[in-house]
């Protein structure tokens, strides 16, 4: 079982930037893919990056490319998402994701966290 902790989020202008951090408990850690979702009001959830378990494959969805950027310590079982020139439509709850495969992929994650709050002011 692992078990993820989100923090970093806030209110920022935009233009700004914010760092998401996930901890993560749990031995198997190292071979899970990661990845951060998010879901803004009335709107479904939406796969936003992910990184494969030994951090050799990123991915991002079209919205976020060239402004966020994610990466892992499978020493200190963390995952963060370094985020830049946010936007307002950036706005939303961020959720770190767990998968039991090596692999990233969009959708069929194992293990979540309980999600930090990101406002992006205009």
């Known amino acids: 079982q692992v078990q993820l902790v989100e923090s970093g989020g806030g209110w920022v202008q935009a233009g700004g930037s914010l760092r998401l951090s996930c901890a993560a408990s749990?031995?198997?850690?190292?071979?899970?893919?990661m990845a951060w979702f998010r879901q803004a009001p009335g709107k479904k959830r939406e796969f936003v990056a992910g990184?494969?378990?030994?951090?050799?494959?990123?991915y991002y969805t079209d919205s976020v490319k060239g402004r966020f950027t994610i990466s892992r310590d499978n020493v200190k079982n963390t995952v963060t998402l370094q985020m830049n020139s946010l936007k307002p439509a950036d706005t939303a709850v961020y959720y770190c994701a767990g998968r039991r495969s090596s692999q990233v992929g969009l959708d069929e994650y194992d293990y979540w966290g309980q999600g930090t709050q990101v406002t992006v002011s205009s």
């Open positions: 749990g031995r198997a850690f190292s071979s899970y893919a």
């Open positions: 990184i494969s378990a030994a951090s050799l494959s990123t």
